[in-house]
Every structure is written in structure tokens, then in C-alpha cells.
């Protein structure tokens, strides 16, 4: 099983990002795909979470109507699009695959799997 995030980068706040997570060696019909973020000293936090097979999303409040979790089951890809972005969005955006039993607990990271190497987002004032 491999998860690879792509995406990330330097913005100023107000702008847009949009990560990719592409994976590989398991089936989103199993696991739900979900974003955390470690910003700087802080634990990781979840951020948002799809099932494409429950055809279901859920995000943290902070990124309610700035943030968008999409997938593309045909490219096994998970994308989540940032719009607005605060200065507190700023630090290192994983990505991680939870089995689908668990997914009305998203946001506890050790429910997840699997997890990516993660990919930097800097948003500047």
C-alpha cells in the first residue's frame, strides 16, 4: 500500500492549493481516505475525510466552505481543494486511508492505516 501527496507549496493567505493523494495496493470500496494537518508544535488534526463507496465527506469546521474533498476513483486519486487560505492553515498536509467500519470516527488519527509522507503548505499574511 502506498499513498503519495502532491500539491503543496507556498501561497499568500486568500489564495488556493489543491493537494492530490495517489494511491495504490487497496480499494477505496474498503477505506476511506482522509487529510490531516500538523501545523508547527501542534499534533496532527483532522481536516476532512471521504468514503467514495458510502458517498460520504466530512470536514472540520475551521475549512467548512473554503475546503473540497474529491475522488477519482478511476485514477485511485483524492484531492482536496483549498480555497482561501488562512495563515493557520500553514504546516505539513498528510493523507491516510481508515477503514470504512470506522468512519464516523475520522478524526482520530489512529484509526488510520496507512498514511503518507506528507506534503508542505506554507500560507503567508
Known amino acids: 500500500v502506498q499513498l503519495v501527496e502532491s500539491g503543496g507549496g507556498s501561497v499568500h493567505a486568500g489564495g488556493s492549493l489543491r493537494l492530490s493523494c495517489a494511491v495504490s495496493?487497496?480499494?477505496?470500496?474498503?477505506?476511506?481516505i482522509g487529510w490531516f494537518l500538523q501545523a508547527p508544535g501542534e499534533d496532527r488534526a483532522g481536516v476532512s475525510c471521504?468514503?467514495?463507496?458510502?458517498?460520504?465527506?466530512y470536514y472540520t469546521d475551521s475549512v467548512k466552505g473554503r475546503f473540497t474533498i474529491s475522488s477519482d476513483s478511476a485514477e485511485n486519486t483524492v484531492y482536496l481543494q483549498m480555497n482561501s487560505l488562512k495563515p493557520w492553515d500553514t504546516g505539513i498536509y498528510y493523507c491516510?486511508?481508515?477503514?470504512?467500519?470506522?468512519?464516523?470516527?475520522?478524526?482520530?488519527?489512529?484509526?488510520?492505516?496507512?498514511w503518507g509522507q506528507g506534503t508542505q503548505v506554507t500560507v503567508s499574511s
Open positions: 491516510a486511508a481508515i477503514p470504512v467500519q470506522f468512519l464516523r470516527l475520522w478524526v482520530l488519527d489512529d484509526r488510520y492505516v496507512y
Open positions: 495496493g487497496l480499494s477505496f470500496d474498503d477505506y476511506g
Open positions: 471521504i468514503s467514495s463507496s458510502a458517498g460520504l465527506t
